[in-house]
């Protein structure tokens, strides 16, 4: 590794002289405050004075500014459903330093990675009015109080605004900070193309439909360097999401003839308090935890059946047949589901139903249980169809971690930097 710095009294040695390029090399971003970006408007962002930030050979130290479209490098709007990025350049010489916003993620326009340096960025997307306590207001600012729900707006997601120091782990695009240190992504994850998963407007989220459960969705967020919510972060995330209606996709998409998933970001008025989409509605969302189904499932069937066949959501044993009497099948029953004394036992399942639907892999083991749906993973929210029931704090506690449900899809999280 080469000696970037030396202690030559005489200063003969360049790499002992107080150089402006020594201090850039050595301060990078200095902050007294992490969030040196906030949102403070519809469409402005206020970068905060006293940041002493490195550009190439440079070393500027910020003054209180306010940014909007006018500073884009390319356009004369913000658009929906985009990530942008907010730089520093060094225009040379002895002037001041020039901030402009881009889409691009590596460099705005007219300058490159040696005099421009990306500082932060944010979302646009629809947003919520709240007041000081996260809380939604109405056009005359009174917390949950007539005509609340349609009170939302087009701007810059203010909980999406990030820095270098206040960032998540992973990548930040389309994510919003919902506190305790936790980021959520603001959209249902849909395919990035590359077996992993991502937050995008105006995307078809991926859910059962494609094969995927409980499992594989975990595989794909670990390729994303991502998680599952937890239910109590779902909650804080969807807070202030108004609940579905049956009769119309106003406030969700939620309507009871509604046939199936709709593509991420399009009902304006699914927005909760930080600016996360769709957490009413649409498709169910897989959680990070699990609980015991103390009344079981048995198998379904007329009373005292023969045999069952495995319905085909339900993981690596979908279409499988099971004989009653061995293991999980009753020898007699009184009728439908309905548990007696003869029915379910510990046993290794007869049809292990951890296989992995989405890359063949039927080989991960199986699972020790009394009824045959013992294990349930939690969803929340709700689906396309649930209408009323649908809601930020709605959750489903009957679902296998291994069911292949059309319904249900996944939203992630993660730690801060």
């Known amino acids: ?13 360049p790499r002992a002289q107080v150089r402006t390029a020594l201090f850039a090399m050595v301060s990078d971003v200095v902050a007294p405050n992490p969030t040196y970006l906030r949102a403070t408007g519809d469409n402005m962002l206020t970068v905060a004075a006293g940041i002493t930030v490195a550009v190439g050979t440079s070393v500027f130290s910020t003054a209180l500014t306010n940014l909007g479209a006018g500073n884009l490098d390319t356009g004369a709007s913000f658009a929906i459903g985009m990530n942008y990025y907010v730089y520093i350049c060094d225009p040379g010489g002895s002037g001041d330093e020039i901030y402009l916003i881009s889409l691009n993620a590596t460099s705005p326009q007219g300058y490159n990675a040696t005099n421009s340096r990306r500082i932060g960025g944010f979302h646009v997307g629809m947003c919520r009015r709240v007041d000081s306590m996260m809380r939604p207001i109405n056009a005359g600012g009174v917390a949950w109080d007539t005509g609340w729900e349609a009170n939302v707006y087009l701007g810059i997601v203010p909980a999406s605004v990030w820095t270098l120091k206040h960032r ?19 959209y249902l994850n849909s395919s990035d193309g590359a077996d992993g998963l991502q937050s995008v407007y105006n995307a078809i989220p991926l859910t059962g439909t494609e094969g995927h459960n409980w499992y594989s ?48 970001g399009l009902v304006d ?15 169910w969302e897989w959680l990070d935890e699990s609980i015991t189904n103390a009344s079981g499932y048995t198998l379904n069937g007329t009373t005292a059946p023969t045999s069952y066949t495995y319905p085909w959501w339900d993981g690596g044993r979908g279409g499988l047949v099971n004989t009653t ?40 083991g199986n699972i020790f249980q009394y009824f045959d749906w013992s294990l349930v993973a939690l969803l929340a929210g709700g689906d396309w169809g649930n209408g009323a029931r649908a809601g930020s704090r709605a959750v489903s506690c009957n679902r296998g971690p291994w069911d292949v449900g059309t319904g249900i899809g996944v939203r992630l999280a993660c730690e801060s930097l």
């Open 269 to 283: 008025r699914a927005v909760s308090a930080v600016g996360a989409r769709e957490a009413v509605a649409n498709c």
């Open 1 to 13: 590794m080469p000696r970037a710095m030396l202690d030559d009294p005489n200063k003969l040695d």
């Open 168 to 186: 998540p782990k992973c990548a930040p695009e389309g994510m919003v900070y919902i506190g305790s240190s936790v980021w959520a992504d603001i």
């Open 325 to 364: 009497g061995t293991n999980h099948g009753p020898t007699t029953r009184t009728s439908g589901n309905t548990p007696n004394s003869t029915q379910g036992q510990w046993n290794w399942d007869p049809d292990t139903p951890l296989g992995d639907t989405t890359d063949g892999n039927p080989d991960n």
């Open 217 to 264: 969705f975990n595989d794909r967020a670990l390729a994303v360097e991502k998680r599952l919510m937890t239910y109590a972060e779902f909650c804080k995330m969807a807070y202030g999401s108004p609940q579905g209606n049956a009769a119309d996709n106003l406030n969700a998409w939620s309507a009871t003839t509604n046939t199936g998933r709709n593509p991420t």
